[in-house]
């Protein structure tokens, strides 16, 4: 269950949560990396990106760990265990002000996302998971995560990007009869609607989605009883030579998946994906 594992993810998650927080309410300067306006990041990017590597590599020195504000090491390759971490997923949520972002830190074991942590600050809610057990807390409650059973794509929801809306999306939304969609920021707040059985798919066909985006919400998801794949159904890798997700992601509760994969063949078969 990798029950050390999640106990130190957990923990570092809340205390970089706290980091986040402070900023969130006090204000903060935006920079962007490499000077692109779509790519900004904070200071309360940065300090939380500080505490939990440096939490993790004084917990299991052994690890190698990817996170976003840190430099890469291609001696990440040599180890087969590797932390994923995004230290603030949604930093565009957080310059709206709106909430819609969280901590995220997953570990991957032999190239699989194994364990997860999920954390939203401002509402103090924790998603985490590994195995074949996944759970939201919430003021201490343990609530077990379900993915819902929806069959019928027609009666489905779909978790759609709130600042990054896809013309390749709507396509695949339209194709499958998609008619219910729920606008949200941060990857990692659309998965867990699905491992909440609050919705049902979540697709995105950005290649410039990376590992660190990924991990955590695969891990809680699958270990919830969904699947995450990249768009062609194929298994997601992690420890790659190149971080990003070159075939974009899809996320479903499981009895859409296999729909789904054949929606969006179209839109891959044009980028050269298949």
Known sequence: MLTDELRIAKGLAR???RIILAHYERGFAVEYKRGDKG???TAADKEANELIVRGLARAF??????AEESPR?????????????????????LIARNGQ???????AVDGEARAGVVYQPTTDVLWWGAGDEAFREEHRRLTPLTPSRQGDPRAAV??????HRSSSVSRVAEALGVVR?????SVGLKVTRLAEGAADIYLSVSTSTHEWDACAPEAILRAAGGLMTDTRGEPLRYNKPETN???????????????????????IRERGWV
């Open 158 to 163: 779909m978790m759609v990007s709130r600042s």
């Open 39 to 41: 790519d900004p990041v």
């Open 245 to 267: 997700t070159p075939f974009g992601l899809l996320a479903t509760n499981g009895p859409l998946h296999a729909a789904c994969v054949e929606a969006v063949r179209p839109v």
């Open 15 to 17: 205390e970089a949560g």
């Open 73 to 93: 090491s291609v001696a990440r390759h040599e180890r087969r265990r590797l932390w994923c971490v995004d230290p603030l997923d949604g930093t565009q949520e």
């Open 181 to 185: 969609e729920e606008p949200l920021g």
């Open 61 to 66: 020195p052994d690890d190698a760990i990817l």
């Open 101 to 107: 972002f969280v901590v995220m830190i997953g570990l």
